[in-house]
């Protein structure tokens, strides 16, 4: 089993914790994690990566042990900082790897800096403003995106609660396995200071400029090889996804489901998640 390094990077005035796994000379996947969750989401995915790959999972600004917030949670910023921290630690073209918000990073970064990218993957997340977003926002089981997105009040109700509010959506959206106490834990910490619950609700105060930014560019053909991935328990159809993707203009598009698996796949299952990623990596080298 491949063992975890941990580091604080300097990166835009911020310091980002990044989580690493597997030899500096390898191919590097960096993932991105999404709400209510840190980098700890990929650690199980990481620790079956083994030697073959350089992993890189860092905490989004804010989140868990990283510091400093960004000066906004649009998709676009976002990825700004994750390119400047991919150059800080010299990795090159990497496959980038966003679940859930950090699938929303990735595509912000397929927009505006493909070129610099191997392949890239967006797992169990819509994109602001491509299809289906609208039959999702419009979806009443959905209500937490309006919610989150009203300032402050999300943070005076949540705050001193996040552990039985998370438990909430790890309940609601999981597979048949569930999710484990200490990944829910991991969740509360990586939350518990007042920067990091800010943080984990701006980026859904950020999403009329990610679904303004994301419009602007559709249409735009890309043909960055890109793998949507999707657990089978997770509502909607994942054909449904891919279609909106590739109408937006990703050409070279697949789809991957996870089987037996809810919303958090890679806590649900980190094996099959690695085996996807590296097959896929694999194809992309």
């Given at each position: 089993?491949?063992?975890?390094?941990?580091?604080?990077?300097?990166?835009?005035?911020?310091?980002i914790h990044v989580?690493?796994?597997g030899?500096d000379?390898?191919p590097a996947i960096v993932?991105?994690?999404?709400?209510?969750?840190d980098?700890s989401?990929?650690?199980g995915?990481m620790?079956e990566?083994?030697d073959?790959?350089h992993a890189?999972?860092?905490?989004?600004?804010?989140?868990?042990r990283?510091?400093g917030?960004?000066?906004?949670?649009?998709k676009?910023?976002l990825?700004g900082?994750?390119?400047?921290?991919?150059?800080?630690l010299?990795?090159?073209?990497?496959?980038?790897v966003?679940h859930?918000?950090g699938?929303?990073?990735?595509?912000?970064?397929l927009r505006?800096?493909?070129a610099?990218l191997?392949?890239a993957?967006?797992m169990?997340?819509?994109?602001?403003?491509?299809?289906?977003?609208q039959?999702?926002i419009?979806?009443?089981h959905?209500w937490?995106?309006a919610f989150h997105?009203?300032p402050?009040?999300?943070?005076?109700l949540?705050?001193?609660?996040?552990?039985?509010?998370?438990?909430f959506?790890f309940?609601?959206?999981?597979?048949?396995n569930?999710?484990r106490?200490?990944?829910?834990?991991?969740a509360?910490?990586a939350?518990?200071?007042?920067e990091?619950?800010r943080?984990?609700?701006?980026?859904?105060?950020?999403?009329?400029?990610d679904?303004a930014d994301?419009?602007?560019?559709?249409?735009?053909?890309?043909?960055?090889p890109?793998?949507?991935i999707?657990?089978?328990?997770?509502?909607?159809?994942p054909?449904?996804?891919?279609a909106?993707l590739?109408a937006?203009g990703?050409?070279?598009?697949a789809l991957?489901t996870?089987a037996d698996c809810?919303?958090?796949a890679?806590?649900?299952?980190p094996?099959?998640?690695?085996?996807t990623?590296r097959?896929?990596?694999e194809e992309h080298r």
């Amino acid at each position: 089993m491949a063992q975890i390094r941990h580091r604080q990077i300097a990166v835009d005035g911020l310091a980002i914790h990044v989580a690493e796994t597997g030899p500096d000379d390898a191919p590097a996947i960096v993932l991105l994690h999404g709400w209510p969750q840190d980098g700890s989401a990929f650690a199980g995915v990481m620790a079956e990566f083994g030697d073959g790959v350089h992993a890189i999972a860092p905490d989004l600004p804010a989140i868990g042990r990283s510091r400093g917030a960004a000066r906004s949670y649009d998709k676009t910023t976002l990825a700004g900082h994750i390119r400047a921290l991919v150059a800080m630690l010299g990795l090159g073209r990497v496959i980038l790897v966003g679940h859930d918000v950090g699938g929303m990073i990735v595509y912000a970064y397929l927009r505006a800096y493909a070129a610099e990218l191997r392949a890239a993957v967006i797992m169990d997340v819509a994109i602001p403003g491509i299809d289906p977003w609208q039959e999702v926002i419009r979806n009443p089981h959905i209500w937490h995106f309006a919610f989150h997105a009203i300032p402050k009040l999300p943070e005076t109700l949540v705050n001193g609660h996040e552990g039985p509010y998370f438990d909430f959506f790890f309940d609601a959206l999981a597979g048949p396995n569930g999710i484990r106490p200490d990944v829910r834990a991991r969740a509360v910490a990586a939350y518990a200071r007042d920067e990091s619950l800010r943080a984990g609700f701006d980026f859904y105060r950020a999403f009329p400029k990610d679904e303004a930014d994301n419009r602007a560019t559709a249409g735009h053909s890309l043909d960055t090889p890109v793998l949507y991935i999707r657990g089978d328990h997770e509502t909607g159809h994942p054909e449904q996804y891919v279609a909106g993707l590739r109408a937006a203009g990703l050409t070279n598009l697949a789809l991957a489901t996870i089987a037996d698996c809810g919303h958090f796949a890679p806590d649900e299952q980190p094996a099959a998640v690695a085996a996807t990623l590296r097959r896929f990596a694999e194809e992309h080298r």
